[in-house]
């Protein structure tokens, strides 16, 4: 497994310590919070990574953490753990987009493949919140001309049906290419399809 970053937010610190020592011998950065108001007061400021929230904690609960981070449009994989399984509040939590839920004791080789299915939803997220900033960048009429050349048109019919010149094309090709760092229409595509994915 790569280096990843997790964010353990659990009150019982013998949780926090067990999972803390397990996932750095993994390579992973663990970084523990006993508290979710601590963390929610810092998580804009923190890398991008993985969280594993406890269901049940005093004050606010995983569910409302997960929450707040949805109205702070924090879109981190959440794994979801609890000591009291319930079946009610595992169906809240996938339907609230936590990506796993695992009951305590923890089993080491779940939470292991847990976090590797986390890992490729963060990957997937990162490249979409990079693909939706380039193309932020992008004029109006540069994403008219993107979209176009996305659907396989060539410059001459880009400019006929947008009415303007091939030559004022050929420069907001130039320019869309600059902006989003290549010239490729196969890349072009998967910036488009990666900002549009959910």
Known sequence: MTATRIYLVDDDEAV????SLLLSTYAMQVETF???TTFLAHVETRQPGILVLDLRMPLISGLQVQQKLTERNIDWPIIMITGHGDVNACRRAFKAGVSDFL???IDEDVLLDAIQSAQGLLQTTLERQEAIGLLASLTSREREVLD???QGFASKDIASALD???RTIDAHRANIAEKLGTSSVAEFVRLT??????
């Open 16 to 19: 926090r310590n067990a999972l």
């Open 34 to 36: 006993a508290d979710p």
């Open 103 to 105: 009951s305590k004791p």
């Open 148 to 150: 176009l050349v996305c």
């Open 164 to 166: 303007i010149s091939a």
């Open 193 to 198: 399809v990666a900002a549009a994915s959910r």
